[in-house]
């Protein structure tokens, strides 16, 4: 099962810190990942990072504003963004599993939680 909490709603240049626990995985050496959906439109990337938390990857639109870290030796993943626009409105699901930029929309990630609503207003 995975917890993802931290959302909410903020103004156009605010910030939020997402946080997502993966309770039934008692192994932390899964990459995690923060995914997003928006009214209407399909799941995307937003961030990943690897089982150690030595590496991290973003997609192009949230690049510079969004961090993603993973607390050692755990399974809890946290998205710290900044500089929120409107277009960062969306539902934002953490995920867990094994990172394969090679196979996307997924990008080996297995697992999804329920997600947490971000709403950034103009």
């Known amino acids: 099962q995975l917890q993802a909490s931290g959302g909410g709603s903020v103004q156009a240049g605010g910030s939020l810190r997402l946080s997502c626990t993966a309770s039934a995985y008692t192994d932390s050496n899964y990459d995690m990942a923060w995914f997003r959906q928006a009214p209407g439109k399909e799941r995307e990337f937003a961030a990943a990072v690897n089982w150690s938390g030595s590496a991290s990857f973003y997609a192009d639109s949230v690049k510079g504003r969004f961090t993603i870290s993973k607390k050692t030796a755990s399974n809890v993943v946290y998205l710290q963004m900044n500089s929120l626009k409107p277009g960062d409105t969306a539902v934002y699901s953490c995920?867990?599993?094994?990172?394969?930029?090679?196979?996307?929309?997924?990008?080996?990630?297995?697992?999804w939680g329920s997600g947490t609503q971000v709403t950034v207003s103009s």
């Open positions: 995920a867990i599993g094994r990172l394969r930029f090679a196979d996307p929309p997924d990008y080996g990630m297995s697992y």
